[in-house]
């Protein structure tokens, strides 16, 4: 949802609620959004560094891990999975999820991307992750080319990320290039 900020997205998730992007926002009409927060585990976001961010935010207000918003020129990609993994991908709403299994069943991997709005347009991706027992497999690396193939067969020319220090790394070995950095800050207020 367009917001004064920039975007609103409803997660629904215990560990974040709603996540605020901050694209245009001036200090003032950040700083309301910030003092309007009430639900715990609502995210605040911006492509700037934390230094500039931290004084918008009170008590109750912890920072997350420095990140990086990443970009790339999508392309087909070949997707190779090891021994005893299979891939599924499942499209709904606009949403592209791909799941990569182990043998026994058990989620390994996985990631989302959504449809773009236009031809050429760029797509997010989105929950990108793979299993501790399952990592250093090259199932990172399979999840972002099924979830690309997926991009370029709706259309879009490039994927947008927000990548953690350790996801970086692997996105710039697959030709992702950082554009800005990303902080985030969550409201996790004091217990009354």
């Given amino acids: 949802m367009d917001t004064p900020w920039g975007l609103s997205i409803a997660v629904g998730l215990p560990t974040q609620t709603v ?11 950040a700083r309301g959004l910030v003092d309007s927060v009430t639900e715990p ?16 935010f009170r008590s109750g207000w912890e920072p997350d891990s420095p990140g990086f918003l990443m970009s790339v020129d999508l392309r ?10 299979s891939a599924t991908v499942e499209t709904a ?12 069943g058990e989620l390994a991997a996985g990631g989302k991307t959504g449809r773009p709005d236009a031809p050429d347009a760029a797509c997010v991706f989105d929950r990108i992750s793979t299993e501790k027992a399952h990592q250093r497999l090259g199932l990172g690396t399979a999840v972002m080319g099924t979830l690309a193939n997926a991009a370029v067969e709706n259309g879009a ?4 990320l927000g990548a953690t220090d350790q996801g970086r790394a692997l996105y710039e070995t697959l030709g992702w290039k950082v554009i800005a950095p990303l902080t985030g800050f969550i409201h996790r207020p004091a217990a009354p």
């Fill in 41 to 56: 585990a609502t995210w605040i976001k911006a492509f700037l560094e934390p230094e500039v961010m931290r004084p918008w």
């Fill in 19 to 29: 996540r605020h992007v901050l694209l245009d926002a001036d200090v003032e009409t």
């Fill in 76 to 85: 087909p990609s070949a997707v190779q999975l090891p021994d005893g993994y």
């Fill in 157 to 160: 020319a490039t994927g947008v």
């Fill in 93 to 104: 709403d606009g949403v592209t999820c791909v799941r990569i299994l182990a043998a026994d």
